[in-house]
């Protein structure tokens, strides 16, 4: 269900029109350029239709079809735009509907420009503000081991 003060929701609805309009809807995932104001040619935002928060929650149609859907979105940002490279990020803090930004990267622009100059910004504000914490390498581990375990892995194999 459309949640009223979603800006994603919106613009799957029609409520919001994207430049250029919608590149490419399978009544599941909807494409389409980015809206913002400073965002470069061939910037896309890959959203699934209906509200949802977290990637956890896709129904198992929907995550089967994110795979080739953020596959074909890059290659025709390739052709089309002719990056360096293709970024994608997912950060889902602001607008709390699960979406992806398909960033691409132009010669015009330094490598590590968009996503990983802003990813350690981010990172290294956090540690300055005392935000973040510098767990182990032993609690990191833990965690990897407890992740491997989790039942959700057993549903890749059915």
């Not at 080739?68 to 602001?94: D, F, H, Q």
């Not at 509907?97 to 132009?106: A, E, Q």
Request: charged share 25%.
């Amino acid at each position: 269900m459309p949640i009223s003060d979603c800006t994603l929701c919106a613009e799957v609805a029609g409520r919001i029109t994207a430049p250029g309009g919608t590149i490419f809807d399978d009544g599941l995932w909807h494409v389409s350029h980015h809206t913002g104001p400073q965002t470069e040619p061939g910037e896309l935002i890959v959203k699934v239709r209906r509200h949802c928060e977290s990637l956890a929650e896709l129904t198992a149609t929907e995550a089967a079809a994110l795979g080739p859907i953020l596959r074909a979105a890059v290659t025709a940002i390739e052709r089309v735009v002719r990056p360096e490279r293709v970024y994608t990020a997912s950060y889902g803090e602001r607008l709390r509907h699960v979406h992806f930004f398909l960033l691409p990267r132009t010669a015009s622009l330094p490598a590590g420009h968009v996503v990983s100059d802003l990813f350690r910004q981010g990172r290294t504000l956090f540690r300055r503000s005392g935000l973040a914490h510098n767990p182990s390498a032993g609690a990191r581990a833990d965690a990897a081991l407890r992740l491997r375990e989790d039942e959700a892995w057993g549903r890749l194999n059915s």
